[in-house]
Nanobody, 126 residues
Framework: QVQFVESGGGLVQPGGSLRLSCAGS????????IGWFRRAPGKEREGVSC????????YYADSVKGRFTISRDNAKNMVYLQMNSLKPEDTAVYYC???????????????????WGQGTQVTVSS
């Protein structure tokens, strides 16, 4: 069973940074691209970023480009999302998931991913 556990969220002031971690299990992580998603209050879940199975290719939504960096450590079965220059509009629950159709870095759509975990809350507020 594909499972993910996200961690690293918290409360941070605007302009601050957080590093989210994603631990995958139940499948061979290095065979798949992994994506990060978020769901803000009252909004649909949206794709934020993805990284190819080797880590050589990435995709970022325009809203986070230049501020967020995705990376992975296949030896540790971990994927990370470094978030800098955080804004109040980044407030959301963040999730990671498996790219089951190998579409990354072409797109990051919820329908292409599976293994949804509980997510980790990120709140950006002064």
């Amino acid at each position: 069973q594909v499972q993910f556990v996200e961690s690293g969220g918290g409360l941070v002031q605007p302009g601050g940074s957080l590093r989210l971690s994603c631990a995958g299990s139940g499948f061979t992580l290095h065979d798949y691209s992994i994506g990060w998603f978020r769901r803000a209050p009252g909004k649909e879940r949206e794709g934020v970023s993805c990284v190819s199975n080797s880590g050589s290719m990435t995709y970022y939504a325009d809203s986070v480009k230049g501020r967020f960096t995705i990376s992975r450590d296949n030896a540790k079965n971990m994927v990370y999302l470094q978030m800098n220059s955080l804004k109040p509009e980044d407030t959301a629950v963040y999730y990671c998931a498996r790219d089951r159709w190998h579409v990354c870095p072409g797109r990051v759509r919820v329908v292409d991913y599976d293994g949804w975990g509980q997510g980790t809350q990120v709140t950006v507020s002064s």
